[in-house]
């Protein structure tokens, strides 16, 4: 079965280090999002992608960067991880189109310490 | 500004009983709206998809409104059992059929026995 999963699970990390979260689908989806979830704020759109060398920043992207070099893949970077971004992190994808629905991973608790 | 907001309080009703969320959205004209379940360390389900010439839209004890003049949707779960407590999450895409979702906060719903 088509599936989406996320690496690894559950970091800890300092502040000041690279960070980078992994996220593999094998829908065969153009499209691939990454959001953060944090209590009362809900999904925030980090960045997206809607197929191979194809990256857009979303509404949260400040210290965060996304390449896309296949159809699989979009691993999002943390360049110098901060406290602010402690959060869970959610993969999605989706096919191309209208009213398309999204396939979310099963999340990465990040803590920055 | 644009906004997406849900019922933050949590909701607690008692199972066999009909649960009404809401989601209500302003400086938005979304074409369609989504719902989705997230499960407590899981990521969001995919429920169901509403669009704005529609009404009302049904799948088995689930039941969602979507009225674009009031710039609400309900979502109603019907007969309701512990097995429905989760997180609920309404989305609109305001990028014109692109995709890129914008999610409410969420409402926790807690069904007891």
């Known amino acids: 079965d088509a599936e989406i999963t996320q690496s690894p699970r559950h970091k800890i990390t300092e502040t000041g280090r690279q960070v980078t979260l992994a996220c593999h689908q094998t829908w065969n989806h153009n499209n691939m999002f990454w959001y953060r979830q944090d209590l009362g704020h809900g999904l925030r759109l980090i960045h997206y992608s809607y197929g191979v060398q194809d990256t857009n920043k979303g509404e949260v992207s400040d210290g965060y960067s996304v390449s896309r070099s296949n159809t699989e893949d979009l691993p999002l970077t943390l360049e110098s991880a901060a406290s602010s971004q402690t959060s869970v992190y959610f993969c999605a994808s989706s096919e191309s189109g209208r009213e398309e629905t999204q396939y979310f991973g099963p999340g990465t608790r990040l803590l920055v310490l | 500004s644009q906004k997406i907001e849900q019922n933050s309080e949590a909701l607690n009703i008692q199972e066999g009983k009909t649960a009404t969320l809401t989601c209500n959205y302003t400086?938005?004209?979304?074409?369609?709206l989504q719902w989705y379940r997230q499960d407590p360390g899981r990521g969001p389900v995919f429920l169901l998809l509403?669009?704005?010439?529609?009404k009302e839209k049904r799948k088995e004890r689930l039941k969602v409104t979507f009225d674009t003049t009031l710039k609400q949707s309900l979502f109603h779960i019907t007969a309701s059992q512990p097995a429905d407590s989760a997180t609920y999450l309404c989305a609109l895409d305001p990028s014109g059929g692109y995709n890129k979702l914008i999610f409410g906060a969420g409402t926790r719903l807690a069904v007891h026995p």
């Open positions: 400086n938005y004209s979304p074409a369609y």
């Open positions: 509403i669009r704005e010439n529609e």
